[in-house]
């Protein structure tokens, strides 16, 4: 089954589709750009979605629903916003089908023309600030601290599965604020606990950062980003989180009573992450014999099988094993196939990623003891049956951890500091990753860096130190290094 | 606040819209059709939502998600389906918007129309079974029993929030069998989720039966449903889980090899509630002061309000109490507003159905005990102080006990057994409710009698008993009696 997969070294996007493929995550549908996204993936998701909601909801945040479709008009009326978002979009102009005259089928009725189209979101600023204009009336009614679970819709052209797709399901927050520093800290907030989720739940350590000018969300004031790094030294923007200052708050006027009875335009925010997430997930950890998924979001966490096929002594330990795991609150899968040879299933587990697996056979049970064999490493030990429940839980943590140090470590080799623009093309072409260089600090150039060489800014990083230099294009001065890297 | 709701006996309709937009459920948004879920709307859905799932995965089903889009090929591909769901419906014909020539504002790209026509969904058997024919082959890959939370559109006229939008929220069942029976029994389980969940957790009694042949989902070869009662003597259909037979096999091709070698199209289901369930929890229970909700379902279990506001020796009581229930698991409010008086919060908090409210003031602390409201009755007791948290914990069971037991009362009151026509349209006129009469079988009957009272049958009950009897329009015979009623 591994055999399967195309080797990272030989064409890393193959790789990638390979695994997506084979561990059963996701595949292309009928609908051109639009994903089916399998149970296995799903599961993913749904344990993704199940932390970063208590986040939310830690941090105060609300879950509401907001309608999918959003009436042309309302894209227009933020400037930019619509020149980001009012593109390439699905554009909903009937609303009726009726048998063909002229045959079989159904056609479009041309009697059903809408008066205004409706435009599947794409995000859903516009509808949702057009909404706070009635539920916003004074300080009292801030902050507004509202999430959504959604469906968008973004029509590409070229799309790739989980990173890059017509449909895609994310959580968008929108956060409405009496004062612009209250707005700021609740955009950096955002960035933080995406920072979080990632780094401690998906292992995935990201740069913090904000985006040029040039990189802002359309209609943003501030983009602030998380960026991982993937094993092909390109860069994925993970989630971000935007302060949008006043123009959504002008554009569908939304005005507040301050506590000095001033009105005043209210202040907002967004931010989101998505099913991209996993696309992220895979490209960081995975190997050549398929997914790697660090233990806290692992659908299953351990395995159970056999060896050579299950017998009376073997399942009694099994099973004992595994109710002593789901008591610990593990899921657990003791795979009893007869029709499998052990080795297939340990490829067929390693395929799908299960951080942990226990393999039993006779012999191990005349010296009780269990094979333990780690999924990141690969790793086999013997451990006596008494102590494998603690031994398991203590080695999904390492493994968590591993993970993370592994990728953090990558990150650390994969980036480099370059002072001339020769280095800058030099480490991008070899070795990739993370190149912090000096810029000028103007659009101009930073367009002009992404043309000769396909690298764009990704942050300018918060931590970012003070340190005077020149801009490797143009040689004006620069105050500080930023990050560029090819990016997905 | 309360004084705003239409009283029940004045104006139905206007006295649920009342609740729902005053207790804050939802609204409708700028969307023709399209509702707003607000916060605590939303809440009452997630509760739903996760003991829903659990009960979902606890009889082996797994969450998967398939695209928002259907070519418009797929609906004519089943013969009634597309009868029944190919014609009010949101059709996407382009892909790409663009600024005006003439003028501001954008308008739709004429060059980039779709060559084929996509609709939003209505429903998902048609993309589900087109891509089940690449997932199953063999009976090993057999039973497939998946589920979708997910957004639907269906171009309603006359909509009412949460009873009928445009668009709306629900998970739809697809399974797929090796046997006719098998997918029978799958049909079968998914009713009984069904109405142990709206009996247990939403205290909303149900009858379970199958509908006539005219009242079935397009598509199906039997359809389950479980019907509720409404206080306005009018039925909701709560939730269908639908036999489909092998029509959608056929439709989409899909065959497996049976243990036997041979090749054999596939079974299915499909099973379905929605957002819908909420109309329906407001309608069973509420009452004239507002929102009543059935404690396992309610965002907040329990409010606490100073009497007549704050002070050290109450916030320090009310504070031990809260963290004694959320240690129990519940949620609860403190609620310590300075700017509104006790009656004004009491007349809130009913308005939101919180099942219990605690008040504590001076002269309670000398005596040791609280005061203690249910929200169902409006009964108030006082109870000792270290007796409240268990005292409290019961009481919500008798909440949830007692509005079932009401709910169920007041079915039993209004269904009335009748034998001739006369009495059919009495019953109807006068106390609505369910009517249990004799029905010779035939659509053309069904529908005669539709056109002169407007009730529609509900259903054959599962549980229906042979009673040989005479149809009450004409006179042929009748080997049970079916359930009519008007319904939503």
Sequence with gaps: MAKEITPRSEDYSQWYIDIVKKAQLAENSAVRGCMVIKPYGYAIWEN???????????????????????PKSFLSKEAEHVEGFAKECAVVTHHRLMNDPNGKGVVVDPDARLEEELIVRPTSE???????RDWIQSYRDLPLLINQWANVVRWEMRTRLFLRTAEFLWQEGHTAH???EEAIEEARLMQRVYAQFAEEWMAMPVLRGVKTANERFAGAEETYTIEALMQDGKALQAGTSHFLGQNFAKAFDVKFLNEQNQEAYVWATSWGVSTRLIGGLVMTHSDDNGLVLPPKLAPVKVVIVPIPKPRPEIDEVAHRLMRELQERGLTVEYDTDMKKRPGFKFAEHEMRGIPVRLGIGMRDLEKHQVEVARRDTGEKTFVPIEGVVDHVIALLDDIQHNLFQRALKFREEHTTRVDTFDEFKEVLETKGGFVLAHWDGTTETELRIKELTKATIRCIPNDVEEEPGKCILTGKPSKYRVVFAKAY
């Design 178 to 180: 009496a004062t612009r």
């Design 126 to 132: 516009t509808i949702i600030w057009n909404t706070y």
């Design 48 to 70: 993704m979605q199940a932390q970063l909601d208590r986040m939310f909801k830690e941090t105060g945040h609300k879950n509401a629903y907001f309608p999918l479709f959003i």
